[in-house]
């Protein structure tokens, strides 16, 4: 996946994007407060973060469209979706760098090793942010393992 612009995601419950992308009205996208009621009555900031992590996953636009990905992503089927959603994680650099290293060598990575992966491509975060991010890559690539166990 090419990285673009938007921030790294912060937005552990895959399944919350997923929830975003499947909203049938794509004006819908606009509608905070629907979309806090579709998120499972998470707060605005959290709906922020997950339309973020669809923007930064080529899923949405910054209009709050979908893109040509998500359309296509949006009309396959629930076990086609989850496949393409797993292949669009693991090309990421981060994503995808702590996956192989774990699933494909085997090697269990410590959080501070995932963290310098995040840096290495996000240089300019306060550890904080680290800390965050680093929850976000566990949380995604375990969801990954519950959709590759189905």
Known sequence: MERNDIPFPQADDFEKIISLINIEDEAKLLDKQFLSFVLENVTDRQVMYYLSAAMYLGLIDREKHFTEKGSYIRNLSQTRQRIELIRLIISDKVFGTVYVTEKVYGVKLEKEEVIDIIKDVY????????????????????????????
């Open 123 to 150: 240089p300019n975060y306060s550890d904080e942010l680290y800390d965050r991010r680093y929850q976000t890559v566990k949380k995604w690539l375990l969801w990954i393992d519950d959709n590759l166990s189905k």
